[in-house]
Structures are given as C-alpha cells and as structure tokens.
C-alpha cells in the first residue's frame, strides 16, 4: 500500500508529512479512531470499523489504488475442478498491463505449469 500512496503523491507533487510509521494494523486503526491521524489501509483491513462507523472512507477524486495479489497452493495438492475454474478467472480478469513482475512473475509461471 506504501508505494501505491507514494507514487500517487509523487504524481501529484506532493509530499506527505510522516509523524509516525508502523505496519501493525490494528495500532494504526486505533490511532485514527481516536482522530490521531490518517491512513490508508485496504478496506477489507477496516470492514468491521467502517460496519460499525467508527471509522470512514473518503474517496479519492480521480484516483483508484490497486494492490498486487498472488494465489499459492501446495505443489503436491490436486486442484479441485472450482479451483482450477477460479484459477482460471483471475487469469481471464487480469489485464495484460498488469503482469506481475519479479517474484510475481515466477509464481504467475509456475501456477501456470500446474494446470
């Protein structure tokens, strides 16, 4: 998520002030809700918070930020058939213009060999 904030920062020739950095979610969560501070976590991350309003989105105007995911399963493990069919859609979802790289890459290669 850090990147993706920066690079949209970056974009828009700004520079955020940083007071504090952690990684650990539920500390960030609480800080904000004590209105602490801002963050920007996946909403998945805050679902109960934002179910409970203790805690709310603002949209971004122009601006959509998207995370890189990779599925991985057991080498020696079948597949199920909605397996495979799943594996299959996400393949089908992602656009060609957002190829993993680096390691992203050479898992995307060796799911592939497994079908």
């Known amino acids: ?3 993706l904030v920066n690079k949209m920062f970056a974009k828009n020739n700004c520079t955020p002030v940083m007071l504090m950095e952690t990684s650990n979610t539920e500390f960030i969560k609480q800080l ?3 209105g602490d501070g801002i963050s920007f976590l996946v909403k998945e991350a805050v ?3 934002l179910g409970d309003g203790k805690l709310a989105t603002v949209p971004l105007k122009g601006h959509r930020l998207f995370l890189d995911m990779s599925v991985a399963y057991l080498k020696d493990q079948h597949l199920s058939p909605p397996a495979k ?3 299959d859609i996400l393949g089908k979802l992602a656009p060609e213009d957002m190829l993993p790289q680096g390691i992203g890459a050479l898992m995307v290669k060796m799911l592939s ?3």
């Open 1 to 3: 998520t850090r990147k």
């Open 32 to 34: 904000v809700q004590r």
């Open 47 to 49: 679902a109960a918070e």
């Open 85 to 87: 069919a799943f594996l």
């Open 113 to 115: 060999q497994r079908r």
